[in-house]
Structures are given as structure tokens and as C-alpha cells.
């Protein structure tokens, strides 16, 4: 049971490049949630999802793009990566108060 | 808006010893509260909720937490702890039927010494 799938774990990004991390679950949970991880700042919310085509923003929804076509799928977009992007990102699946989490993606932007 | 403060950024605490790892929480409306655990490179484990009910909350571990409402408050604690509890722990908030948009704070690490 594979719970909440991120990829890819590592990834380095060039100063305006663009990338797609992607997240899956197999738990048919209706809620789905993108954190960033900051040293100091524990876990900020950028955007979450209550369902198939429905989303809306976090408390730092700024650079980030999602969509929800599925209920399996949340992928999140940096249009244009910038340094300040540069974080550990967590992808989320819940539901009935509760969210188990994937095993995030460090992301590195240079 | 909702909102949490750890109080604590760092507990050191010797083997076997209590804890309580502090949580304020800021909500204009009722709210459901979180506890979550995080190993060293590992992603965020469910310790407990408090969604109604009885304000003592009992989690996995042997952690438990106290919902406040006059003090708006949710402190975890653990009467004996062990090495393999360091980690750090997150307090966190929903206000949303569901819990789909929780608030985290910003961590408590805790480090337990032999």
C-alpha cells in the first residue's frame, strides 16, 4: 500500500525553469494539500484541494500553479522557478481530519 | 484566520524523563487540532486529534494532549520519554469541515539525551 507517492525526491532547477513535481495517492481520499518546509517556519500551506477540479489557495500560493483532474493525482507547477523556491516540498492526502503525507521532494533552485 | 505558536523551537530532555512540548492556537470559529511527529528525513505521521469530546486526547507512542479552550491552548505531552522520540513534533489547526486546510506551526524539536 503505497499511501502518497512523491517524485521526483531530488531535483535541482536553473533560475527560471519551469518543473512539474508530481504527487499520487491510493487511498481514494478527497483532500489533497501542497506544504513547502523552511528551516525555522515549520510547514506553510500553498495549495489544497477538496476534490476533483476544485482548488483553491494556501497561505503562500505566490510562483505555484495545481490542478486536480483526478482524485489520484495533485501535481504542483513552478511557472518560473526562482532561489526563494529552493525547499522541501510535501504533498499531502486526507480525509475525515487527518493527512498522511509523502516522503517530499527536495527541491534545489540555483 | 487561523493560527498556531510552538513556544518551544528546541526541548532537551534526559531519557526517561516528562515533556510537554507547548501549543497556542489563534481561531475566530470552533476548531480541530492536530499533533504530528517528523523523523529525520521522513515526512509527517499523525500523532493525534482532538476533533469534540473529552479535551484529553490520547495518540500513538504513549503521547497525549490537552485541548484548552479558555486557553486556547493543545500541549503534548509524554510522561517517559524514549531516544527514539527525537523528532520533531508539529502543532497544527483546521477550521475546515474535514480538515482539508490545516495550519501547521512552525516545529518543536525535541531532543532526548541518554
Known amino acids: 500500500n503505497a499511501g502518497v507517492t512523491q517524485t521526483p525526491k531530488f531535483q535541482v532547477l536553473k533560475t527560471g525553469q519551469s518543473m512539474t513535481l508530481q504527487c499520487a495517492q491510493d487511498m481514494n481520499h478527497e483532500y489533497m494539500s501542497w506544504y513547502r518546509q523552511d528551516p525555522g517556519m515549520g510547514l506553510r500551506l500553498i495549495h489544497y484541494s477538496v476534490g476533483a477540479g476544485i482548488t483553491d489557495q494556501g497561505e503562500v500560493p505566490n510562483g505555484y500553479n495545481v490542478s486536480r483532474s483526478t482524485t489520484e493525482d495533485f501535481p504542483l507547477r513552478l511557472l518560473s522557478a526562482a532561489p526563494s523556491q529552493t525547499s522541501v516540498y510535501f504533498c499531502?492526502?486526507?480525509?475525515?481530519?487527518?493527512?498522511?503525507f509523502g516522503s517530499g521532494t527536495r527541491l534545489t533552485v540555483v | 484566520a487561523q493560527s498556531v505558536t510552538q513556544l518551544d523551537s528546541q526541548v532537551p530532555v534526559f531519557e526517561e524523563a516528562p515533556v510537554e512540548l507547548r501549543c497556542n492556537y489563534s481561531s475566530s470559529v470552533s476548531v480541530y487540532l492536530f499533533w504530528y511527529v517528523q523523523y529525520p528525513n521522513q515526512g509527517l505521521q499523525l500523532l493525534l486529534k482532538?476533533?469534540?469530546?473529552?479535551?484529553l486526547v490520547k495518540g500513538i507512542n504513549g503521547f497525549e494532549a490537552e485541548f484548552n479552550k479558555s486557553q486556547t491552548s493543545f500541549h503534548l505531552r509524554k510522561p517517559s520519554v524514549h531516544i527514539s522520540d527525537t523528532a520533531e513534533y508539529f502543532c497544527a489547526v483546521s477550521e475546515g469541515t474535514g480538515g482539508f486546510k490545516t495550519i501547521f506551526g512552525a516545529g518543536t524539536r525535541l531532543f532526548v539525551k541518554a
Open positions: 482532538y476533533l469534540s469530546g473529552s479535551t
Open positions: 499531502a492526502a486526507g480525509q475525515n481530519y487527518g493527512y498522511t
